[in-house]
């Protein structure tokens, strides 16, 4: 949040149309520091069932509970227990090591594309943390951390990846487009923020059925400005479902700055107080602050309370994707300033001070998960990569298009010679 | 049996289904509590409670979108989007997403939703109140594209349409839903009952996808047609005296080959008819069917007799519709060459 | 706005979908006893340049300037001369019967549809009157009082609505669905909110181009759940052109009461809010304050402050047009319950109270724009109706499709024999 | 003249109308400062401000809605949509808005707005960056639909575009960006500098609507295509050595009825192919003009070969595509029919 977002700022008075900036490109500098980052004891954590329009500043702050030093504080540490907060450390360093495997597998030409995550970590691994297996998930295309922390296979989701004889998506959806539905995780659509405004209505179809499960769904800063994000709010404003919906603030949307977004006067939290919607601000590196924060939209939800919009600030660490360099539009050292650290440092930090961990387990950590990393990508690369061309059935190709195939696909998979 | 208009047989499917399958709900603008703008909801929600029937925001974006998610959930929702006019701003929802959800989760979800929408024009409802977008969506493969032209095949369709488990789209030809209209509007207009597709079962029965109907058998030509226009093409054929069959596609997704390339093949003349603009429009997909099938039994060019190339103009209604005029000189042209 | 505003409201506990319904149907009773009408001297009135964040109780608020005496007070009174207000009541007036001329016109079959804004007329001509005649207009169609603040053509407008020879949109569109461009108001769409984007255009490019002039723009609280809505606030918070959005929440679309919009626990100001734009709420019915809160955001869009959300909170005393009968769904009584009143008596009030007007001139008033409406409506039905069939030249029928006839078009009309 | 390729052709006609009327202006998403995820705008900002070339939020309605806008006040905007593929959030301000109000407004009111978009496969894009959605817009009437297939065209079709005071939808095929495209994936790709069509002029130059190109002459066959299938159907052609005509027809809307005609009235076989999948494309309406223009000459029926009504699936990306080889056993059907 910028230190002037409570003042005017923008306008047209050089008689030219205003087109906010980033703070830096790559000739320039960003070391944050018009960032005004609040304390870890400011926030207040209201009751759940507080009126949205009591706890509007909640969506101006910042929820955070661990410190710099790596301590827990404030009105939103929930004092996790130590073993669910270990098991956040092994499925953080999980994804960002998965993604890198991923990454270095594109590089060599074994699947045609990729999206890392990295910086992100805490976000989708204490979000899922802090929700229910059987909470249904409209993720975004950059939740892996969601699908590892519900134990995803790891040789599934490589072989998506590789569309190889066994990606469950049978080959039709680019690397990285998951769906994982014995996982409760939705098919991840190409199409930026659909997943929003279906998620609200899933959750609609939950309190019909009187169901105890919630929808979460999570969109980027850039996506929030597409039509669904709008209907989302709507809808979830005016039916009080069980769904929380989440906003991934990491700054960027490839080459866009928030600032485009609508993200320069305001927050992204404040979306939701436009409909009277309970909006939290969260330090989306502090994986104690994600979980605090779910956990209690959680509750909202499950009480009957209905929707939260909850905006996770953080830092893209990461190129977009395997088809972006960054260094073509903000500065290179950008992300080593970046004031919230990393989320897998500052929880091994808190863990290491709690007694829980040490530097030497983390190590150990490290090791093991590059084994198994190692392990089930040579499973799934034995199904097949882009290289070796072992691909699902072509036969397949026109299935699936309806329950039944049609006469015409019928034909047209005949024309085809299969 | 019972006498039913249109509106009357999309009611009775409608309840039909709320009362077999406790899944079925219904949402949309103003279908609740005032039952629709066209009542086709009428009294849905008084019977079934709000947790059944609902009105919605006017999104049609959302709506679509909500209905998506709830049939993920278990649901079979029904939306009404007010008129096919508006349905534009659900596009991305039903061609990127309904539309290609089955495929692109290698068949681990799918959604069952029903769209229903009344079409065409004939109403005097001017440009926003007129159209007859179904050419639009017969081009996005994954979803199946429905207009019955009467109240016997309405009910039959659309209870099959909400017991698909694909997405459905299903156009309600506007101008038929309190009678037959056979394209003269200075005549005046004669009920359901005087058709005998207006005699409805009163309980469950369903019309499956993709069976055209043979509305008038014939020798000498084919018309292919659907929707408002069925009635029509039918003025039409008795201005000629020519021994026409008429068919009435019913299904344009999936659409019915064999009822289409049997009767060209026999009669060798073809004649398309439909409200939407021409260009690109869906008759463009059954010439090119019958021309890619028929090809050597054909004894003169197919033609398509459709609405103009430009909107629906207010003052010109009758103009733009392609009436019992236009398709005559159409089948007199056909037969002459 | 409902008195529990600010508490939680709706929720699941029934184990079914919450949907809100309207205070009463027509079996029951409204006296909007639930709404709390805030004192006249309430609301403050900002700076123009004060930051929208510390002005965000006025979203929340209703700013009002003629109480319930008619007497103009408190902080928005912005001391409007008396020949201004007495333009406004003529105005007011004239569109008031001009609607009931053209509703009788239906009704006896000379075209085909009508929609009025009974009630509603504060809203259009006092925002008129408060921006400039080159300001462009981006209308709903509920804005007949705007053309005619500006001083539309009588017969132009009747013509319009006959569809006949003498209809500058060639009997293309429906009644009511105007195009003045010498006028700068914009022509009307059938779908509903697609201007609120488009004047945000209009807008930037003013403002690129270094202009002085600003757009206006109108939308319903049913209409507010578009898409376009939600692209409108978004461009206006990033670009900060000079655009006022306003909301005018007469209660109901259609049916549809606007708790179904997302009004139930918050108002529709809020919306602006959401995005960090300076948001107002305003008494509808009262043509000081609407002339007062336009002003105000006027005079901000010309200083390059950039936009500004007004919600008009008002009731639709009319039927939601000629094809609607409101008895099916609301209480028969309820305008007459309303507590601000009718926006003519009101200023009407004022005025006499101030020594500028009476009863007799009120009356006479009244018998001058019978007359005049009688004698347009003569002549403008001497270019046709309806039922005469007097229509644009039918080969005009192809035209403007494009700005010039493709061969396609030139084929069909030939082939129509034209 | 210079040699350039298909995204320099692009970018240069942008430059080219920046320069020459202050009224033009660019938006969408990543095409300031970054210049577009395909560099079509790349170094407009820096030449050209902020005020000229700028960066949207990622609402492709809000892209077209304020494009609108700015040109009802006198700009000319050239709107990017990044992907075809995500047209569809803007599908009703072009449907309702841009194509209609001209004619709503009885001529009032207009729109010269052009939306640049990148469409086709062949990019391992998957089914959401390899769609080719104009089949969509040729239904709507009041639209010109514009598709290039080579950089000289690209940037006279382009600047066409910019110019013309209706709405225009300009479909990049990606596939052809950096060199044309002859269907063989596996073959090493070549550059535009091998190609006759590379050379372009640096000024200004412009390329009327509604004028195909012949890319072949012939006799025996009509070939009717448009972007990356031209350079595809070239091969097919080779491959059978048959004579045939290549129509490329650049202009969907308007379409150029006399180079279609009088070409199949001269060959009496025809065959129309796009990457689009088949059902209700726009070769059913290509196929249908032929049909209805030229059914006495034609000797053999018309063939379609478009993509298959499936989404663009991405491990089978060449499977779907149209290649040669489907192409040319169509040709050979259609002479030895
Ligand atoms: C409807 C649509 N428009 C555009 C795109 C192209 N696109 C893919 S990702 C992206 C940026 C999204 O940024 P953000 O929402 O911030 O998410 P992040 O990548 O930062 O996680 C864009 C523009 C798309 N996929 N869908
Ligand atoms: C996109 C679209 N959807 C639906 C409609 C049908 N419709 C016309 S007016 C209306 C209600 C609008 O209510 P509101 O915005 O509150 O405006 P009001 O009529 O009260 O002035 C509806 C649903 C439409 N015209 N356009
Ligand atoms: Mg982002
Ligand atoms: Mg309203």
Redesign the interface.
């Known amino acids: 949040m910028a230190k002037n977002q409570n003042q005017f700022s923008g306008g047209n008075s050089l008689n030219q149309l205003y087109v906010p900036q980033p703070t830096a490109r790559p000739d320039g500098f960003n070391d944050f520091s018009h960032l005004h980052i609040p304390d870890v004891e400011q926030a207040a954590c209201p009751a759940i069932d507080c009126s949205p329009h009591d706890m509007r500043d909640l969506a101006y702050g910042l929820i955070r509970v661990l410190d710099d030093d790596g301590n827990a504080k404030g009105n939103w540490n929930c004092k996790i227990e130590p073993q669910r907060l270990l098991q956040g450390l092994k499925d953080m360093l999980l994804t960002r090591m998965f993604d890198e495997r991923m990454q270095t597998m594109h590089r060599v030409g074994k699947i045609s594309f990729y999206m890392k995550c990295t910086g992100e970590e805490a976000i989708s691994v204490a979000h899922a943390a802090a929700i229910n297996f059987e909470d249904m998930v409209f993720p975004s295309y950059r939740n892996q951390g969601i699908l590892l922390a519900r134990g995803c296979n790891l040789v599934d989701m490589m072989c998506q990846c590789l569309s190889n004889a066994r990606d469950n998506c049978k080959g039709r959806q680019l690397p990285i487009m998951y769906s994982w539905k014995k996982g409760n995780f939705f098919s991840i659509s190409g199409n930026l923020a659909t997943q929003f405004s279906q998620a609200v209505g899933w959750a609609m179809a939950e309190a019909q059925q009187g169901g105890n499960r919630l929808a979460t769904t999570f969109v980027g800063d850039g996506s929030t400005a597409e039509l669904d994000f709008h209907s989302a709010l709507n809808f979830a404003a005016t039916y009080s479902p069980p769904v929380i919906l989440n906003i991934t603030n990491n700054q960027w949307a490839i080459s866009t700055n928030q600032v485009i977004a609508g993200g320069e006067k305001t927050t992204f939290a404040a979306r939701g107080i436009g409909f009277g919607l309970p909006s939290l601000r969260v330090d989306g590196n502090d994986f104690l602050a994600v979980y605090a924060a779910t956990k209690w939209a959680a509750d909202r939800a499950r009480a009957g309370l209905g929707a939260t919009v909850i905006e996770y600030f953080t830092y893209r660490v990461a190129p977009h994707s395997t088809s972006d360099d960054p260094s073509a539009y903000r500065p290179k050292n950008e992300e080593a300033l970046w004031p919230l650290g990393d989320p897998i440092e500052r929880l091994k930090t808190h863990l290491i001070n709690l007694n829980e961990w040490s530097e030497e387990q983390h190590n150990i950590l490290i090791e093991e998960i590059k084994i198994k990393l190692k392990k089930n990508y040579k499973q799934a690369e034995s199904y097949g990569t882009l290289k070796t061309g072992d691909r699902p059935d072509v036969t397949t190709m026109f299935e699936d298009v309806y329950e039944d195939m049609t006469l015409n696909l019928r034909r047209q998979r005949q024309e085809m010679g299969l | 049996m019972a006498q039913m208009n249109m509106l009357e047989a999309i009611l009775s499917a409608q309840k039909t289904m709320l009362e077999r399958d406790d899944k079925v709900?219904i949402l949309g603008?103003?279908v609740?509590?005032?039952g629709g703008?066209f009542r086709a909801t009428e009294g849905l929600q008084a019977e079934f409670?709000?947790?059944r029937v609902?009105?919605?925001?006017?999104?049609e974006?959302?709506i679509v979108?909500?209905?998506?998610?709830?049939?993920?959930?278990?649901?079979r929702p029904i939306a009404e989007i007010q008129f096919a006019?508006?349905i534009?701003?659900a596009?991305?929802?039903i061609?990127?997403?309904a539309?290609?959800?089955?495929?692109?989760?290698?068949?681990?979800?799918?959604t069952n939703i029903t769209i229903r929408t009344p079409c065409g024009g004939g109403i005097?409802?001017?440009?926003?109140?007129s159209q007859s977008p179904e050419?639009?969506f017969?081009?996005?493969?994954?979803i199946?594209v429905i207009m019955p032209s009467n109240p016997y095949d309405a009910k039959g369709l659309l209870i099959t349409a909400i017991e698909?488990?694909?997405p459905v789209i299903f156009f309600e030809p506007k101008r038929l839903y309190n009678g037959p209209f056979y394209g003269e509007p200075d005549k005046p207009s004669v009920g359901w009952d005087t058709h005998k597709k207006g005699e409805v079962p009163d309980g469950h029965y369903s019309i499956p996808f993709?069976e055209a109907a043979i509305t008038r058998a014939g020798e000498e030509l084919t018309i292919i047609t659907y929707g408002t226009m069925v009635h029509v093409v039918e003025t039409a054929v008795e201005m000629t005296g020519v021994d026409a069959e008429i068919i009435d596609l019913r299904s344009l997704?999936?659409?019915d080959?064999d009822s289409i390339i049997n009767s060209v093949n026999k009669t060798g003349r073809c004649l398309v008819a439909h409200e939407?603009?021409?260009?690109?429009?869906?008759?463009?997909?059954i010439?090119?069917i019958v021309?890619?099938n028929c090809?050597?039994k054909?004894r003169?060019?197919?033609?398509?007799v459709a609405g103009?190339?430009?909107?629906y103009?207010?003052?010109?209604e009758w103009?733009?519709f392609p009436g019992p005029k236009r398709i005559s000189n159409a089948i007199n042209r056909i037969m002459e060459a």
């Open positions: 709900i603008e103003d609740g509590y005032f703008v409670g709000t947790n609902f009105d919605t925001p006017i999104s974006n959302g979108a909500a209905a998506i998610g709830m049939s993920i959930n278990g649901l006019d508006y534009y701003p596009f991305d929802q061609a990127s997403e539309a290609k959800l089955r495929y692109r989760s290698g068949g681990e979800y799918s005097r409802g001017g440009q926003t109140h050419g639009i017969t081009h996005v493969t994954g199946n698909s488990n694909d993709g997704a999936p659409i080959y939407a603009t021409k260009t690109g429009g869906f008759g463009a997909e010439l090119s021309q890619e090809f050597w054909l003169a060019p197919i033609e398509r103009w190339d430009i909107p103009p207010h003052a010109f103009e733009y």
